[in-house]
């Protein structure tokens, strides 16, 4: 099975700040990597496909990069709503699998 | 609009049986493939299981191999997750999604393997 890390587990930033999240494949899984982002009691919300693909209705300051075995989530200034936490899966290959998660919190 | 409803969490004891539902509405439920995912309390996403939108493929992760199967009933618009052998590490919220990526979950159904 693919295995997803991400970094960091979690982080602690401030309203307007950059922020970045990696996650890293333990083999080549070409672009086919999903971001997730799941709020407490809530399911969780598609972000972005095919490893930059914007999902319909989701803030442009969310983006996403990478190929092969390492991508980045980004959002470039951070709002009140983007505390969450963050997910990346793989749908490269069966088994799918997801990172482990990385929580957004407020500083 | 796209609504995924699951239903049939309960409290079993181990070893027992469960089935979940997930009933579907606003899409065309036979022209996607479906996922099961789970998230144990205060843990991260465990993808399950999948089957694709003809039935024909269906996959599971190693930890409900043998134990759980999927289905789905295109004129019902419903898929299914059968769960036997149930155990304690299976207690977790269920979610069912919505294609290949999945772009719609429903709201979960908490299943809870205690005695």
């Known amino acids: 099975a693919i295995q997803l890390t991400q970094s960091p587990s979690s982080l602690s930033a401030s309203v307007g700040d950059r922020v970045t999240i990696t996650c890293r494949a333990s083999q080549g899984i070409n672009s086919a990597l999903a971001w997730y982002q799941q709020k407490p009691g809530k399911a969780p919300k598609l972000l972005i496909y095919?490893?930059?693909n914007l999902e319909s209705g989701v803030p442009s300051r969310l983006s996403g990069s990478g190929f092969g075995t390492d991508f980045t989530l980004t959002i470039s200034s951070l709002q009140p709503e983007d505390f969450a936490t963050y997910y990346c899966?793989?749908?490269?290959?069966?088994?799918?699998?997801f990172g482990p998660g990385t929580t957004v919190d407020i500083q | 609009e796209v609504q995924l409803v699951e239903s049939g969490g309960l409290l079993v004891q181990p070893g027992g049986s469960l089935r979940l539902s997930c009933a579907a509405s606003?899409?065309?439920?036979?022209?996607?493939?479906m996922n099961w995912v789970r998230q144990a309390p205060g843990k991260g996403l465990e993808w399950i299981s999948y089957?694709?939108?003809?039935?024909?493929?269906?996959n599971y992760a190693d930890s409900v191999k043998g134990r759980f199967t999927i289905s789905r009933d295109d004129a019902k618009n419903s898929v299914y997750l059968q769960m036997n052998s149930l155990r304690a590490e299976d207690t977790a919220v269920y979610y069912c999604?919505?294609?290949?990526?999945?772009?719609?979950w429903g709201q979960g159904t908490l299943v809870t393997v205690s005695s």
């Open positions: 089957i694709s939108s003809t039935a024909d493929s269906m």
């Open positions: 606003g899409f065309t439920f036979s022209s996607y493939s």
């Open positions: 095919h490893a930059s």
């Open positions: 999604a919505k294609g290949g990526v999945s772009d719609y």
């Open positions: 899966q793989q749908y490269y290959s069966f088994p799918r699998t």
